[in-house]
């Protein structure tokens, strides 16, 4: 496995560096970018179709510069000073651990003193350079799709957050065991978790731009499929733990001309350091390959299926809500399919067994379905 992006460099190239660059986190940078770009795509499209509209936005040009400002600067450049100059002179103790290494308190003080002044420095001079005798008030047109860099970084931040809220709920012995490595780990990420969050997050920056939500979400619908694709991506090369049940049966004849992986796949070498057959083992599952269901890739194949299906028709689907409503209908059927052949911890519920994305993936089905009816009826006695 690839646990860290040198590792895949290193296989393929054959050379022997190491980059602190965790898998995961490089795919899911990868993920928000690809997202970023067809998010851009969809709401210059619907600007251009009058579904959204650029407004004013009030901006005063040539002061000078703040105290605010100066001090966020100062705050930034000592907190990134301190923790690069430390990662300089200690390479070896953050490429080994990066998430550990980040988040500690260690760190270098000359450094983190000289870049805080530095910083401060530029910001004071670039605001001196444009400063004017007399501060004025100019208007400015804001378009839609220029605030999509400002969503992207605001559901990259309610993401984080609520993948491990919702991760940590559903894993309270884990956290009671060993709070700080799960908190600060990187692996243990709950998808739903960040898309409701981060998801939440964006809708409320866009209703407070005065934006039309129903089209915003539309029109991200795609780009949160083909990011969720990209992400397991990483899932699979790192491997994270997100793999299946054990998988001992052999692979049918009619695909062996395939990677004997994309059947069975024991994950060698993953980044949480687990051993299949033992974990398995320890869970009470019986394994004799020691190989499990490779459910990461098998995730990335129907999310970029169902990204083509939901890009192919965005102009078709001119209900405002309903490309939404398809996309909750598709992530939720999509997930409700691989959970049954995934491990996840399960909880009774009316009498049945269910895990957290079960669960959430129903309500994701049964809330896109009464979306397109809702949605359509509104729009049918609008245009009626």
């Avoid at 908190?183 to 739903?192: A, D, M, P, T």
Wanted: with cysteine; proline share 5%.
């Amino acid at each position: 496995m690839f646990p860290f992006l040198s590792d895949l460099i290193n296989y393929l190239l054959g050379t022997n560096f190491i980059l602190p660059f965790p898998m995961f986190g490089f795919m899911m940078a990868i993920a928000f970018v690809a997202a970023h770009q067809f998010f851009v795509l969809e709401m210059k499209r619907k600007e251009q179709l009058g579904l959204l509209f650029s407004y004013q936005e009030t901006v005063v040009k040539g002061e000078k510069a703040s105290l605010t400002e100066l001090i966020s600067n100062a705050i930034f450049g000592f907190v990134l000073g301190f923790k690069l100059l430390e990662a300089i002179l200690n390479y070896d103790a953050l490429a080994a651990n990066p998430q550990t290494f980040i988040l500690s308190t260690r760190g270098n003080l000359f450094g983190g003193i000289v870049l805080a002044a530095i910083l401060t420095y530029l910001k004071y001079r670039e605001a001196e350079k444009n400063r004017l005798p007399e501060p004025k008030k100019v208007q400015e047109t804001v378009h839609p799709f220029q605030l999509v860099s400002n969503m992207t970084f605001i559901a990259a931040i309610g993401g984080i957050i609520g993948a491990k809220i919702f991760d940590t709920l559903e894993n309270i012995p884990r956290l009671i065991e060993n709070p700080i490595e799960t908190l600060i780990s990187g692996s243990g990420l709950s998808i739903y978790g960040g898309l409701i969050v981060g998801g939440g997050s964006v809708i409320y920056y866009a209703r407070k731009k005065g934006l039309n939500t129903l089209h915003v979400v539309d029109a991200c619908a795609p780009a949160l499929m083909l990011a969720y694709g990209i992400g397991r991506i990483g899932c699979q090369l790192s491997g994270d733990g997100d793999w299946g049940l054990p998988n001992d049966a052999p692979m049918p004849q009619a695909i062996s001309f395939l990677p004997e992986w994309m059947w069975a796949f024991d994950y060698p070498g993953n980044v949480l350091g687990i051993n299949l057959k033992e974990d398995f083992t320890r869970m009470g599952l019986v394994s004799i390959t020691g190989k499990a269901w490779p459910t990461p890739f098998y995730e990335t194949i129907m999310a970029f299926i169902i990204f083509g299906i939901l890009w192919l028709s965005r102009k078709k689907i001119t209900i405002p809500g309903a490309m939404f409503s398809a996309y909750l209908i598709f992530n939720g059927v999509e997930r409700f399919l691989i959970e049954k052949i995934r491990i996840n911890e399960r909880y009774d519920v009316f009498g049945m067994k269910a895990t957290q994305a079960e669960i959430i993936a129903i309500l994701f089905v049964l809330v896109g379905i009464v979306g397109i009816y809702f949605f359509t009826k509104k729009h049918q006695k609008q245009t009626n």
